[in-house]
Protein backbone atom coordinates (compact mmCIF):
# COMPACT_ATOMS: atom_id res chain seq x y z
CA UNK A 1 0.00 0.00 0.00
CA UNK A 2 2.88 2.22 0.90
CA UNK A 3 4.42 2.95 -2.49
CA UNK A 4 0.32 4.08 -3.74
CA UNK A 5 0.89 6.62 -1.32
CA UNK A 6 0.81 10.03 -2.99
CA UNK A 7 2.31 11.46 -0.29
CA UNK A 8 4.33 9.03 1.19
CA UNK A 9 7.03 11.43 -0.17
CA UNK A 10 6.69 13.34 3.37
CA UNK A 11 8.14 10.63 5.02
CA UNK A 12 11.31 10.89 3.38
CA UNK A 13 11.59 14.97 4.23
CA UNK A 14 10.49 14.55 7.58
CA UNK A 15 13.75 11.57 7.74
CA UNK A 16 16.04 14.04 5.89
CA UNK A 17 14.70 17.12 8.20
CA UNK A 18 15.46 14.70 11.40
CA UNK A 19 18.70 14.06 10.60
CA UNK A 20 19.91 17.43 10.18
CA UNK A 21 18.42 18.28 13.50
CA UNK A 22 15.46 20.32 12.10
CA UNK A 23 12.35 18.33 13.17
CA UNK A 24 10.95 21.25 15.79
CA UNK A 25 9.76 19.91 19.25
CA UNK A 26 5.89 20.61 19.87
CA UNK A 27 5.52 21.03 23.67
CA UNK A 28 2.41 20.43 25.17
CA UNK A 29 1.65 23.27 28.31
CA UNK A 30 -0.82 21.95 30.53
CA UNK A 31 -1.19 24.99 32.63
CA UNK A 32 -2.35 28.94 31.55
CA UNK A 33 0.58 30.58 30.66
CA UNK A 34 2.49 32.43 33.38
CA UNK A 35 5.82 33.04 34.63
CA UNK A 36 6.01 28.76 35.52
CA UNK A 37 4.03 26.50 33.48
CA UNK A 38 3.11 22.82 33.52
CA UNK A 39 5.04 20.88 30.90
CA UNK A 40 4.76 16.71 30.98
CA UNK A 41 3.80 17.33 34.84
CA UNK A 42 6.83 19.61 35.73
CA UNK A 43 6.95 23.20 36.47
CA UNK A 44 9.44 25.04 34.42
CA UNK A 45 9.99 28.77 34.50
CA UNK A 46 8.32 29.77 30.94
CA UNK A 47 11.18 32.17 29.11
CA UNK A 48 9.65 31.22 25.90
CA UNK A 49 6.50 33.51 25.51
CA UNK A 50 5.65 36.78 24.22
CA UNK A 51 3.08 36.69 26.79
CA UNK A 52 5.33 39.83 27.63
CA UNK A 53 3.10 41.80 30.39
CA UNK A 54 1.39 38.58 31.67
CA UNK A 55 -1.55 39.44 30.29
CA UNK A 56 -2.05 36.00 28.74
CA UNK A 57 -3.84 34.88 32.11
CA UNK A 58 -4.91 38.20 33.55
CA UNK A 59 -8.10 37.99 35.46
CA UNK A 60 -9.12 41.32 34.42
CA UNK A 61 -9.08 39.72 30.72
CA UNK A 62 -10.86 36.60 32.19
CA UNK A 63 -13.66 38.34 33.83
CA UNK A 64 -14.36 40.81 30.59
CA UNK A 65 -14.13 37.87 27.76
CA UNK A 66 -16.95 36.43 30.45
CA UNK A 67 -19.20 39.28 30.37
CA UNK A 68 -18.79 39.87 26.63
CA UNK A 69 -20.13 36.17 26.37
CA UNK A 70 -23.30 36.65 28.85
CA UNK A 71 -23.87 39.60 26.54
CA UNK A 72 -22.79 38.90 22.80
CA UNK A 73 -22.02 35.61 22.99
CA UNK A 74 -19.19 33.82 21.30
CA UNK A 75 -18.76 33.66 17.55
CA UNK A 76 -19.36 35.91 14.91
CA UNK A 77 -20.95 34.18 12.64
CA UNK A 78 -19.14 35.95 9.33
CA UNK A 79 -16.86 37.75 8.22
CA UNK A 80 -16.58 41.61 9.06
CA UNK A 81 -17.81 43.15 5.52
CA UNK A 82 -21.05 40.96 5.67
CA UNK A 83 -22.75 40.19 9.23
CA UNK A 84 -19.66 39.67 11.46
CA UNK A 85 -19.27 43.14 12.53
CA UNK A 86 -20.16 43.13 16.05
CA UNK A 87 -20.03 46.30 18.42
CA UNK A 88 -17.54 44.97 20.71
CA UNK A 89 -15.31 44.59 17.18
CA UNK A 90 -15.89 48.81 16.34
CA UNK A 91 -15.94 50.06 20.32
CA UNK A 92 -11.76 47.69 20.26
CA UNK A 93 -10.40 49.84 16.91
CA UNK A 94 -11.53 53.08 18.48
CA UNK A 95 -10.35 52.45 21.52
CA UNK A 96 -6.68 51.09 20.34
CA UNK A 97 -6.76 54.53 17.72
CA UNK A 98 -7.20 56.56 20.81
CA UNK A 99 -4.62 54.58 22.63
CA UNK A 100 -2.01 55.18 19.68
CA UNK A 101 -2.79 58.79 18.92
CA UNK A 102 -3.70 57.81 15.45
CA UNK A 103 -6.99 58.69 13.13
CA UNK A 104 -8.27 55.28 12.43
CA UNK A 105 -7.65 51.03 13.24
CA UNK A 106 -8.82 47.84 12.23
CA UNK A 107 -8.87 44.92 14.09
CA UNK A 108 -7.93 41.18 12.31
CA UNK A 109 -7.81 37.79 13.29
CA UNK A 110 -3.60 37.90 13.75
CA UNK A 111 -0.97 39.91 13.12
CA UNK A 112 0.00 37.23 10.33
CA UNK A 113 -3.02 38.40 8.35
CA UNK A 114 -2.76 41.84 9.38
CA UNK A 115 0.40 41.48 7.33
CA UNK A 116 -1.52 39.53 4.42
CA UNK A 117 -4.24 42.12 4.46
CA UNK A 118 -2.80 45.66 4.12
CA UNK A 119 0.52 44.77 1.47
CA UNK A 120 -1.25 43.71 -0.95
CA UNK A 121 -3.76 46.09 -0.93
CA UNK A 122 -1.86 48.78 -1.22
CA UNK A 123 0.96 47.63 -3.81
CA UNK A 124 0.67 45.34 -6.73
CA UNK A 125 2.45 44.63 -10.03
CA UNK A 126 4.00 47.93 -11.07
CA UNK A 127 5.08 48.75 -7.47
CA UNK A 128 8.45 47.61 -5.42
CA UNK A 129 8.99 47.27 -2.15
CA UNK A 130 11.87 47.70 -0.17
CA UNK A 131 12.01 45.38 2.68
CA UNK A 132 14.29 45.26 5.57
CA UNK A 133 16.76 41.71 4.55
CA UNK A 134 15.78 39.85 7.90
CA UNK A 135 11.52 41.06 8.12
CA UNK A 136 9.55 38.09 9.49
CA UNK A 137 7.76 35.66 7.00
CA UNK A 138 3.60 37.37 7.48
CA UNK A 139 5.56 40.30 5.54
CA UNK A 140 7.56 37.77 3.32
CA UNK A 141 4.00 36.61 2.71
CA UNK A 142 2.45 39.47 1.96
CA UNK A 143 4.82 40.68 0.10
CA UNK A 144 4.77 37.18 -2.37
CA UNK A 145 0.90 37.42 -2.58
CA UNK A 146 0.82 41.54 -3.34
CA UNK A 147 2.89 40.66 -7.22
CA UNK A 148 5.15 43.47 -6.75
CA UNK A 149 9.14 43.25 -7.08
CA UNK A 150 10.82 42.79 -3.51
CA UNK A 151 14.32 44.68 -3.24
CA UNK A 152 15.65 43.82 0.10
CA UNK A 153 17.75 46.15 1.13
CA UNK A 154 20.54 45.22 4.48
CA UNK A 155 19.45 44.75 7.76
CA UNK A 156 18.72 48.15 9.72
CA UNK A 157 20.73 50.29 7.25
CA UNK A 158 18.83 53.38 6.17
CA UNK A 159 22.33 54.26 4.19
CA UNK A 160 21.60 50.79 2.05
CA UNK A 161 17.90 51.50 1.67
CA UNK A 162 18.76 54.74 -0.32
CA UNK A 163 20.99 53.56 -2.21
CA UNK A 164 18.36 50.60 -3.78
CA UNK A 165 16.24 53.19 -3.99
CA UNK A 166 17.90 55.84 -6.10
CA UNK A 167 18.87 52.32 -7.97
CA UNK A 168 15.50 51.40 -8.82
CA UNK A 169 12.58 54.00 -8.33
CA UNK A 170 12.75 55.14 -12.05
CA UNK A 171 11.12 51.75 -12.56
CA UNK A 172 8.36 51.80 -9.84
CA UNK A 173 4.72 53.16 -9.88
CA UNK A 174 4.19 52.78 -6.15
CA UNK A 175 7.09 52.39 -3.31
CA UNK A 176 6.76 50.95 -0.26
CA UNK A 177 9.41 50.67 2.92
CA UNK A 178 8.84 47.61 4.75
CA UNK A 179 10.26 46.68 8.51
CA UNK A 180 10.17 44.96 11.55
CA UNK A 181 10.04 47.70 14.22
CA UNK A 182 11.86 44.81 16.86
CA UNK A 183 13.96 42.30 15.64
CA UNK A 184 12.75 38.70 17.63
CA UNK A 185 15.74 36.99 17.43
CA UNK A 186 18.24 39.77 18.52
CA UNK A 187 15.84 42.59 20.27
CA UNK A 188 17.35 45.26 18.20
CA UNK A 189 15.16 48.61 17.18
CA UNK A 190 14.61 49.74 13.19
CA UNK A 191 15.90 53.27 13.00
CA UNK A 192 12.13 54.34 12.18
CA UNK A 193 13.28 57.65 12.26
CA UNK A 194 15.95 57.55 9.54
CA UNK A 195 14.26 54.69 7.33
CA UNK A 196 10.76 56.93 7.20
CA UNK A 197 13.16 60.15 6.36
CA UNK A 198 14.45 58.22 3.43
CA UNK A 199 10.90 56.83 2.69
CA UNK A 200 9.51 60.33 2.65
CA UNK A 201 12.20 61.91 0.63
CA UNK A 202 11.69 59.39 -2.33
CA UNK A 203 7.59 59.77 -1.44
CA UNK A 204 7.65 56.03 -1.02
CA UNK A 205 5.41 54.59 1.63
CA UNK A 206 6.64 53.52 4.84
CA UNK A 207 4.95 50.63 6.86
CA UNK A 208 6.36 49.06 10.02
CA UNK A 209 5.33 46.00 11.31
CA UNK A 210 5.63 46.37 15.82
CA UNK A 211 4.26 43.65 16.49
CA UNK A 212 7.19 42.76 19.35
CA UNK A 213 6.71 46.68 20.07
CA UNK A 214 3.33 46.90 20.52
CA UNK A 215 2.75 47.06 24.13
CA UNK A 216 6.46 46.80 25.26
CA UNK A 217 8.16 49.79 23.59
CA UNK A 218 7.16 53.48 23.86
CA UNK A 219 5.11 55.41 26.56
CA UNK A 220 2.86 53.00 28.31
CA UNK A 221 3.25 50.58 25.24
CA UNK A 222 2.26 52.44 22.79
CA UNK A 223 4.58 51.30 20.46
CA UNK A 224 7.22 52.21 18.07
CA UNK A 225 6.30 55.17 16.45
CA UNK A 226 5.01 56.56 20.10
CA UNK A 227 9.06 55.77 20.90
CA UNK A 228 10.88 57.70 18.13
CA UNK A 229 7.95 60.44 18.26
CA UNK A 230 7.30 59.80 14.85
CA UNK A 231 3.26 60.22 15.18
CA UNK A 232 1.59 61.37 11.99
CA UNK A 233 4.51 60.40 9.82
CA UNK A 234 4.53 56.50 9.34
CA UNK A 235 2.10 55.88 6.60
CA UNK A 236 0.68 52.35 8.30
CA UNK A 237 1.45 50.32 11.50
CA UNK A 238 0.99 47.26 12.11
CA UNK A 239 0.41 45.28 15.24
CA UNK A 240 -0.36 42.15 17.47
CA UNK A 241 -2.73 41.95 20.21
CA UNK A 242 -1.43 38.25 20.04
CA UNK A 243 1.97 38.97 22.17
CA UNK A 244 2.15 41.99 24.77
CA UNK A 245 -1.58 42.02 24.58
CA UNK A 246 -1.70 38.58 25.94
CA UNK A 247 -4.82 37.36 23.59
CA UNK A 248 -5.24 37.08 19.79
CA UNK A 249 -5.52 39.65 16.80
CA UNK A 250 -3.60 42.13 14.56
CA UNK A 251 -4.08 45.91 13.94
CA UNK A 252 -3.34 48.27 11.44
CA UNK A 253 -3.21 51.87 12.58
CA UNK A 254 -3.02 54.84 10.03
CA UNK A 255 -5.17 57.67 8.35
CA UNK A 256 -9.34 57.09 7.86
CA UNK A 257 -8.34 56.59 4.47
CA UNK A 258 -6.12 53.80 4.44
CA UNK A 259 -8.23 51.78 7.39
CA UNK A 260 -11.29 52.42 5.11
CA UNK A 261 -9.68 51.49 2.09
CA UNK A 262 -8.42 48.30 4.51
CA UNK A 263 -11.98 47.48 5.05
CA UNK A 264 -12.59 47.24 1.19
CA UNK A 265 -9.64 45.66 -0.12
CA UNK A 266 -7.97 43.52 2.99
CA UNK A 267 -8.71 39.62 2.15
CA UNK A 268 -8.68 38.14 5.02
CA UNK A 269 -11.08 40.89 6.73
CA UNK A 270 -13.45 39.95 3.50
CA UNK A 271 -12.92 36.73 3.91
CA UNK A 272 -12.53 35.12 6.85
CA UNK A 273 -14.49 35.49 9.83
CA UNK A 274 -14.01 38.13 12.49
CA UNK A 275 -12.50 37.84 16.08
CA UNK A 276 -15.09 36.22 18.12
CA UNK A 277 -16.62 38.07 20.97
CA UNK A 278 -14.30 36.95 24.33
CA UNK A 279 -11.06 37.81 22.35
CA UNK A 280 -12.01 41.09 21.16
CA UNK A 281 -13.71 41.73 25.02
CA UNK A 282 -10.15 40.79 26.22
CA UNK A 283 -8.35 42.66 23.64
CA UNK A 284 -10.66 45.65 25.33
CA UNK A 285 -9.68 44.84 29.22
CA UNK A 286 -5.67 44.65 28.01
CA UNK A 287 -6.54 48.08 26.19
CA UNK A 288 -8.04 49.55 29.69
CA UNK A 289 -4.81 47.99 31.87
CA UNK A 290 -2.42 49.80 29.73
CA UNK A 291 -4.33 53.25 29.46
CA UNK A 292 -4.72 53.06 33.19
CA UNK A 293 -0.90 52.78 34.22
CA UNK A 294 2.60 51.77 32.79
CA UNK A 295 2.80 49.91 36.02
CA UNK A 296 3.82 46.09 34.01
CA UNK A 297 5.53 47.69 31.01
CA UNK A 298 7.79 49.45 33.72
CA UNK A 299 7.76 46.18 34.98
CA UNK A 300 8.71 44.17 31.86
CA UNK A 301 11.97 46.92 31.40
CA UNK A 302 12.58 46.49 35.14
CA UNK A 303 12.88 42.69 34.88
CA UNK A 304 14.96 42.58 31.12
CA UNK A 305 17.57 45.04 32.34
CA UNK A 306 17.92 42.76 36.00
CA UNK A 307 18.07 39.68 33.81
CA UNK A 308 20.79 40.64 31.00
CA UNK A 309 22.66 42.74 33.66
CA UNK A 310 22.99 39.40 35.86
CA UNK A 311 24.00 37.65 32.39
CA UNK A 312 26.52 39.88 31.51
CA UNK A 313 28.04 39.91 35.31
CA UNK A 314 28.45 35.77 34.58
CA UNK A 315 30.19 36.19 31.34
CA UNK A 316 27.67 35.89 28.62
CA UNK A 317 27.38 36.79 25.57
CA UNK A 318 23.39 38.68 25.61
CA UNK A 319 24.05 40.41 21.74
CA UNK A 320 22.77 43.65 20.84
CA UNK A 321 19.64 43.91 22.02
CA UNK A 322 17.68 46.90 22.80
CA UNK A 323 14.21 45.65 24.05
CA UNK A 324 13.82 42.92 26.69
CA UNK A 325 14.37 39.85 23.72
CA UNK A 326 17.72 38.71 25.69
CA UNK A 327 19.83 36.42 23.19
CA UNK A 328 22.35 34.53 24.80
CA UNK A 329 25.02 33.38 22.43
CA UNK A 330 26.34 30.17 22.64
CA UNK A 331 28.01 29.64 19.12
CA UNK A 332 27.32 25.86 17.08
CA UNK A 333 23.79 24.59 17.33
CA UNK A 334 24.26 21.03 19.13
CA UNK A 335 25.91 23.76 21.75
CA UNK A 336 22.77 25.57 22.27
CA UNK A 337 20.57 22.42 21.97
CA UNK A 338 22.24 20.94 24.70
CA UNK A 339 22.50 24.08 26.75
CA UNK A 340 18.49 24.22 26.96
CA UNK A 341 17.99 20.51 27.20
CA UNK A 342 20.25 20.84 30.49
CA UNK A 343 18.21 24.26 31.30
CA UNK A 344 14.85 22.11 30.83
CA UNK A 345 16.32 19.30 33.39
CA UNK A 346 16.84 22.04 35.67
CA UNK A 347 13.35 23.52 35.28
CA UNK A 348 14.03 26.45 32.61
CA UNK A 349 12.77 26.38 29.73
CA UNK A 350 14.11 28.23 26.84
CA UNK A 351 14.43 27.42 23.58
CA UNK A 352 17.43 27.08 21.32
CA UNK A 353 17.54 29.11 18.36
CA UNK A 354 20.26 28.22 15.03
CA UNK A 355 20.55 28.28 11.78
CA UNK A 356 18.87 28.87 9.28
CA UNK A 357 16.79 31.09 11.60
CA UNK A 358 19.72 32.89 12.99
CA UNK A 359 23.42 33.09 11.20
CA UNK A 360 25.61 29.74 11.62
CA UNK A 361 27.73 30.40 15.09
CA UNK A 362 25.30 32.52 16.52
CA UNK A 363 22.63 29.59 17.75
CA UNK A 364 21.44 30.83 20.99
CA UNK A 365 18.88 30.51 23.61
CA UNK A 366 16.54 33.21 23.87
CA UNK A 367 15.27 34.40 27.20
CA UNK A 368 11.94 35.83 27.14
CA UNK A 369 11.73 37.70 30.55
CA UNK A 370 8.30 38.81 31.27
CA UNK A 371 6.17 41.09 33.88
CA UNK A 372 5.13 38.15 35.51
CA UNK A 373 8.23 37.01 36.31
CA UNK A 374 9.36 37.99 40.29
CA UNK A 375 13.12 38.85 41.42
CA UNK A 376 13.36 35.36 42.97
CA UNK A 377 12.20 34.04 39.50
CA UNK A 378 15.01 35.69 37.78
CA UNK A 379 17.40 34.97 40.51
CA UNK A 380 16.55 30.88 39.87
CA UNK A 381 17.39 31.38 36.56
CA UNK A 382 20.76 33.56 36.94
CA UNK A 383 21.46 30.71 39.31
CA UNK A 384 20.59 27.75 36.73
CA UNK A 385 22.57 30.01 33.93
CA UNK A 386 25.39 29.77 36.21
CA UNK A 387 25.92 26.36 36.74
CA UNK A 388 25.02 24.95 33.26
CA UNK A 389 27.41 27.92 31.73
CA UNK A 390 30.26 26.46 34.07
CA UNK A 391 29.39 22.69 33.34
CA UNK A 392 29.75 23.20 29.76
CA UNK A 393 32.53 25.93 30.16
CA UNK A 394 30.62 28.71 28.48
CA UNK A 395 31.75 31.09 31.05
CA UNK A 396 33.85 30.86 34.12
C1 LIG B 1 4.60 37.41 15.85
C2 LIG B 1 4.70 38.28 14.68
C3 LIG B 1 3.64 38.36 13.77
C4 LIG B 1 2.42 37.49 13.87
O1 LIG B 1 1.54 37.93 14.85
P1 LIG B 1 0.31 36.97 15.25
O2 LIG B 1 -0.66 37.90 15.89
O3 LIG B 1 0.85 35.93 16.17
O4 LIG B 1 -0.20 36.39 13.98
C5 LIG B 1 3.76 39.25 12.72
N1 LIG B 1 4.87 40.00 12.56
C6 LIG B 1 5.90 39.95 13.41
C7 LIG B 1 7.08 40.82 13.20
C8 LIG B 1 5.86 39.08 14.49
O5 LIG B 1 6.89 39.00 15.34
Not at 170 to 184: E, K, L, N, Q
Not at 285 to 314: C, H, P, R
Not at 327 to 345: K, N
Amino acid sequence: MAEHDPLAWINDEMKALREQGLVTTIREIESPQGAWLIINGKRVLNFCSNNYLGLANDPRLVVAARMAMDRQGIGPGAVRSIAGTMSIHTELERRLAAFKGVPATVVLQSGFNANTATIPAIVGREDIIFSDRLNHASIIDGCRLSRAKVIAYEHNSPESLEAVIQENKAMARRMMVITDGVFSMDGDIAPLDKLTEVAKRHGAIMMVDDAHGEGVLGKGGRGIVDHFGLHGQVDIEVGTLSKAFGVMGGVVAGSTTLIRWLKQQGRPFLFSSALTVPDTAACLAAVDILEQSTELVDKLWANAEYFKKGMKELGFNTGQSQTPITPVILGEAPVAQDFSRRLFDENVFATAIAFPTVPHGTARIRVMPSAAHSTEDLDFALDVFKRIGREVGVVR
